[in-house]
């Protein structure tokens, strides 16, 4: 796509941001606090604080700094890496395993394009399952991802590895090819196989992980 050229359609994958929202229900997780400041009719304006940790309540970004020692973090990953070719694919989980695809998306460019995986785990949005019951990837997904190395690697579940699971194998594996994280997404289902994928992270500083705005276009 040109500069100029304006998309057919644009798709908002990003789950919205809620006050109260506490998917992990752990130490250390707090709870999502987004809180009015000031009032229309008493003050003549209003605003917001945000109290949200970055894997917390909303879709995010991340990078191997997550886990890896010397990894870039955020606001040094390169602004085109965040604009990328996506070819999404639909899983039907086996049980709560995702399976790996019986072939490589055609023209899918390892280290290149993005993957996203919809398997439908976004009707359980803030629902109590969500996180403890998520679909994970099977041992032959894990195998099938490593090989093709996507760039970014998103999925409409809020874990790849099984989420009680607190060694990640897969997470550790993944990060080592260089990949980037992008979860939880939303409206995958809606998607042609392939779009362009911009995944917009707020620019912190030395952070290995943000809040993002996931947006799709034909």
């Not at 879709?59 to 070819?87: C, K, M, N, W």
């Not at 023209?107 to 976004?122: K, M, T």
């Not at 969500?130 to 809020?158: A, E, K, N, V």
Request: aromatic letters at 8%.
């Amino acid at each position: 796509m040109t500069h100029n050229a304006i998309p057919e359609r644009i798709w908002d994958l990003s789950v919205p941001v809620a006050d109260g929202v506490d998917w992990y229900r752990e130490d250390g997780c707090p709870p999502v606090q987004l809180k009015d400041v000031g009032s229309l009719v008493e003050d003549g304006w209003v605003s917001h604080t945000l109290s949200l940790m970055v894997l917390n309540g909303t879709t995010y970004l991340e990078t191997a700094a997550h886990i890896r020692e010397g990894a870039p973090t955020l606001d040094q990953v390169s602004p085109d890496r965040l604009i990328v070719r996506a070819f999404v694919i639909p899983l039907v989980p086996e049980g709560r395993l995702l399976p790996a695809p019986d072939a490589p998306p055609p023209g899918f460019i390892p280290d290149s394009d993005a993957i996203l995986i919809s398997c439908g785990w976004e009707a359980h949005v803030h629902a109590p399952d969500y996180y403890f019951d998520s679909p994970y990837f099977s041992p032959q997904l894990q195998q099938w991802l490593l090989c093709h190395r996507p760039t970014i690697l998103g999925g409409d579940m809020l874990s790849f590895d099984h989420p009680q699971d607190t060694s990640m194998p897969f997470i550790h594996a993944f990060f080592a090819t260089g990949g980037m994280i992008l979860c939880p997404l939303m409206r995958l289902a809606e998607l042609p196989p392939v779009v362009t994928l911009c995944a917009a992270p707020m620019k912190l500083t030395a952070a290995n992980a943000a809040p993002c705005r996931a947006l799709a276009w034909t």
